[in-house]
């Protein structure tokens, strides 16, 4: 199956999922016990208020005549109306998604880039003593969740060692690029401010890297005991045996097979990225979309809650999709299976 | 084993907390200002919180909560999630397989804690509600998991001699299928303990699962995360807790895994 | 004796495993001329392959060489450096392995492999423009009888049939190997037709090129239209070592006597009884002679003590302590 097609049906099944995940949540967000408009103004609010409330969001209404406002409503851009903010979800969805893009786009790239080498390294000298810390640490570092990673490394790095500074995408006294994608990094190589650049990463770094500790442990052992089966493996050593040298070797003939197993991991790990950087944000007081999905859940803003959710959803659908991709790159079997079946 | 070890520990704290513990009160609504923010010293080996309440025992009380949470939810889930699983597989191809298995495709599309996050947001914020909630939206994974088995081993040899011998499907499914994915089933339970623990911890964390004066480990880190760098034991120590028990499940888990495959050696 | 290619002395290999150490070879030894055909038969698990790993030096990572020499062209390769034995492989000498489907990388393309192999074999000097390897790796395919060799250049492993892989494997042997080939059961997880196939191209090939061969295999059939030379092998141990002819007129060992007698003939005879028992388990053996608990003639001595091997003649060594009276 040529690799259009399998994007195609990956797609088309993926906007079925998010449609059934919209259904979900809305029905969720109205069928539990407790009243949505009761429980966003509170228990003090006089009942005329609350009625009012109830008008606004159309919940005295059947079902599908809400989910169906709400469709077209989304569809046509807008997706109702923040109790919180008292703007269009939307609105407040431009706004604060480019910071949490930045985030989960450098947590994946950073654990990419050190999960794989150091399972690598740790597989190739297996027993060693790089090997046997490497073990440790990635068993203990998959049982720290991502909330104490942030917490550890706010008191460590911010108040102990004074290090990378913990507030904000930029420090007060940088200038910000004019906004094009709104994602500060790339912004501000577009417009050659490179101190910019440099803060606006001083800043990213923490929280980036307290959402992908975790990740990065458990990828890196499944890197090394993917290495180290490998090695064994007769068509391994038929390439020794053919005097391959051992640099093209390892980068080419170890390094391809071995990383089938880890990116395959890969996509549910993104949906622990995109969990966890719910509880990160709101530690570093990060002004991204997930903060303000927290802030949403406590003060009960249903239009922002269930905007949040699908825009997680979507998330987390683009990058199974991307992992896909990328795993079936580098097994040309699956690519195989996919056809026959 | 050390895995067991850790586990029957935390079981035994949580169960015999009143007694074990040197300041029950304390668990409870309980103010004394003058021994507020003490740190760690012979009197209260983790130190008191902004409130003078001995953080350990705290600590030990909220073990309570966490394997509550654990217990509830996977007894809730895995039941139900087991059979539908073994449903989707063995009509494997069928309507019933796509109804089954779209759905917890949905459940799935959005990552654990988002769900979880935002279910809770429409209860009223409560341990119960938590417990809930996690129950809600879990039953997928099983599913997931033991399809995966079933569906492939319906095409055994052995299931089709059962259905050429005149057995009921609800025989085989339970007395041959079955008995094949317990060693998985029984892993990831394990695991998940672990995990589902971690994922109340995150919502009380955030402010919508226990609620104060209840101690519970994840608004123990929470609280306490207000008050670092100087009063750092208040959160720390909870926090760590979290990843010794965390580590505790992994490890079981891991012995149970080890357990069933050696078996098949 | 003139100068052996290859010369194995007393070669001892044991692998470390979870429940302790594995002895596998206990005292291997053999010896390979120039132009020299030689095979080895003995039953699965007995060690052939591992000696052969042993000789290309690709051991798995937990196998421990705790005494013995391997001298190939006067170099012993146990003590070879790195960059010595990656000449020697890329020139000199070359296995093929006994599953072919597993010794190919699945996913890499047959052609990105061969290339590889042919850039770093054929071109040991120079730096080679891309077409040129491509020629000579077309040129490999062909003489390993391959049709359509630009097609499977650009296949993928799991795109062939089992005796193309094989064909691809012997091909990327052809680029490495002017003086020995080593070829592991070649033809065991094929068709026998296939493996017909298969075994007379490895014969072209080998009369064409003047190579000396170490044949493996567990087919005496295979084997005899082939090697010169054969050696038996039982548990990690070489107990026979003859000239073709004379082993089958006159197995002497107790082993080698009831394995040709094990072989159905179809000139009647009824089914044969093969030999009681199984290969002794390697993590518990003992010092004594290895074949010992299943032999029919065995002593109270032979359990304590592993015979050496004995010369008796013709070109015809044995280790058994009672050759003469059985």
């Given amino acids: 199956m040529r690799m259009s097609t399998f994007v195609l049906k990956r797609l088309s099944y993926t906007v079925f999922v998010l449609f059934g995940l919209s259904i979900l949540i809305f029905i969720i967000a109205r069928v539990l016990p407790g009243d949505p408009a009761r429980l966003a103004l509170g228990p003090r609010a006089p009942d005329w208020a609350v009625e009012n409330l109830r008008q606004q969001l159309r919940l005295n209404e059947p079902l599908y005549v809400q989910y169906f406002y709400w469709l077209r409503d989304a569809l046509s851009g807008s997706l109702g109306v923040s109790l919180v903010t008292r703007r269009d979800v939307m609105v407040d969805i431009q706004e604060f998604l480019p910071a949490t893009v930045e985030l989960i786009v450098l947590a994946a790239l950073l654990d990419m880039a050190l999960a794989i080498p150091i399972g690598m390294v740790a597989g190739r000298r297996a027993n060693s003593w790089f090997d046997n810390v490497v073990r440790v640490l990635s068993y203990v570092g998959v049982a720290v969740p991502a909330f104490v990673v942030a917490i550890i490394f706010i008191l460590v790095f911010g108040f102990m060692l004074n290090i990378a500074p913990s507030i904000g995408r930029i420090s007060p006294n940088i200038v910000a690029p004019p906004t094009v994608t709104g994602l500060i990094t790339i912004d501000s190589l577009i417009s050659g401010n490179i101190v910019a650049f440099f803060d606006a990463v001083a800043h990213l770094i923490l929280p980036a890297l307290a959402l992908s500790l975790g990740l990065i442990a458990q990828e890196a052992r499944i890197t090394r005991s993917s290495v180290v089966e490998n090695l064994n493996k007769d068509y391994i050593l038929s390439t020794v045996s053919h005097g391959v040298p051992e640099r093209l070797l390892t980068l080419k003939y170890l390094l391809k097979p071995s990383l089938i197993p880890t990116v395959s991991v890969m996509g549910l790990d993104m949906a622990s990225l995109i969990g966890n950087a719910f509880l990160v944000e709101l530690i570093f007081n990060w002004p991204g979309v997930s903060r303000y999905g927290i802030t949403a859940m406590l003060r009960k803003d249903l239009n922002a809650i269930v905007a949040v959710v699908m825009i997680a959803g979507i998330i987390f659908a683009i990058a199974n999709i991307a992992v896909d991709l990328i795993v079936a790159y580098l097994d040309p079997r699956i690519r195989m299976i996919e056809k026959a079946a | ?265 | 004796m003139a100068e052996q290619l290859l010369e194995v002395n007393d070669l001892c290999v044991n692998y470390k495993v979870y429940e302790g150490l594995l002895r596998v070879l206990n005292g291997v030894s053999l010896s390979v001329g120039s132009k020299e055909k030689v095979g080895i038969i003995g039953e699965s698990g007995c060690g052939k392959t591992t000696t052969m790993k042993a000789v290309m030096r690709i051991l798995a990572t937990n196998a421990i060489v705790p005494s013995g020499t391997i001298a190939y062209k006067s170099n012993d390769l146990l003590k070879l450096g790195r960059q010595e034995l990656m000449r020697l492989h890329r020139t000199s000498m070359s296995m093929i392995f006994q599953d072919p489907t597993a010794a190919l990388n699945p996913v890499f393309k047959v052609g990105e492999q061969l290339k590889d192999i042919v850039r770093y074999s054929e071109f040991t000097s120079n730096a080679p423009t891309k077409q040129e390897v491509k020629t000579k790796a077309v040129e490999l395919l062909k003489s390993a009888a391959l049709p359509e060799p630009e097609r499977i250049l650009d296949s993928y492993p799991f795109q062939l049939s089992g005796g193309m892989r094989q064909r691809v494997c012997i091909a990327m042997s052809l680029a490495s190997a002017k003086d020995l080939l080593i070829a592991d059961e070649p033809g065991t997880s094929l068709d026998v037709t296939i493996e017909d196939q298969i075994m007379r191209l490895l014969k072209q090939i080998v009369e064409d090129r003047g190579l000396s061969v170490i044949l493996i295999s567990h087919s005496i059939g295979a084997v005899k239209g082939f090697v010169t030379k054969l050696y038996v092998m039982y548990a990690g141990t070489m107990i026979e070592e003859a000239p073709t002819d004379e082993l089958f007129s006159n197995p002497v060992h107790p082993y080698t006597q009831n394995l040709l007698k094990a072989v159905p003939k179809l000139t009647g005879g009824g089914v044969p009884e093969g030999i009681a028992g199984r290969i002794p388990s390697y993590l518990t053996i003992g010092d004594g002679c290895r074949f010992a608990s299943r032999c029919r003639s065995a002593k109270e001595s032979c359990h304590v003590h592993a015979p050496p091997a004995f010369d008796i003649g013709n070109g015809h060594r044995v280790a058994c302590f009672h050759y003469g009276d059985i």
């Fill in chain 2, 1 to 265: 084993m050390v895995g067991l070890g850790v586990v029957l520990l935390v079981a035994f704290l949580a169960i015999f907390a009143s007694y074990v513990t040197l300041y029950p009160s304390h668990a409870e609504f309980y103010v004394n200002f003058p021994e507020a923010r003490e740190p760690p010293n012979w009197a209260h080996l983790f130190g008191t919180d902004q409130f003078g309440r001995d953080v350990l025992t705290r600590i030990i009380f909220g073990f309570r909560y966490s394997l509550m949470m654990a217990i509830v939810v996977l007894s809730l889930v895995v039941a139900p999630g087991v059979v539908l699983g073994l449903v989707a597989g063995y009509y494997r191809g069928g309507k019933v397989d796509m109804a089954i298995m779209r759905t917890a495709d949905i459940f799935l599309a959005v990552p654990p804690l988002v769900l979880a996050l935002s279910i809770c947001s429409v209860l009223t914020p409560s341990v119960f509600n938590a417990m809930m909630a996690v129950s809600l939206m879990w039953w997928p994974w099983y599913t997931r998991l033991v399809y995966s088995i079933a569906s492939s081993l319906r095409n055994e040899a052995f299931v089709q001699a059962a259905e050429i011998a005149g057995a009921s499907p609800f025989h085989i499914i339970f007395r041959e299928i079955l008995p094949n994915c317990l060693g998985p089933i029984l892993t990831k339970m394990t695991l998940d303990a672990g995990w589902v623990i971690l994922i109340g911890a995150s919502l009380s964390f955030v402010g919508l699962g226990a609620q104060p004066p209840t101690p519970d480990l994840g608004t123990m880190v929470s609280d306490g995360a207000k008050l670092l760098p100087e009063q750092w034991w208040i959160s720390i120590f909870p926090a760590l807790t979290i990843v010794l028990v965390i580590l505790g499940f992994n490890l079981l888990g891991d012995g149970v895994r080890d357990m069933f495959s050696a078996e098949t050696v």
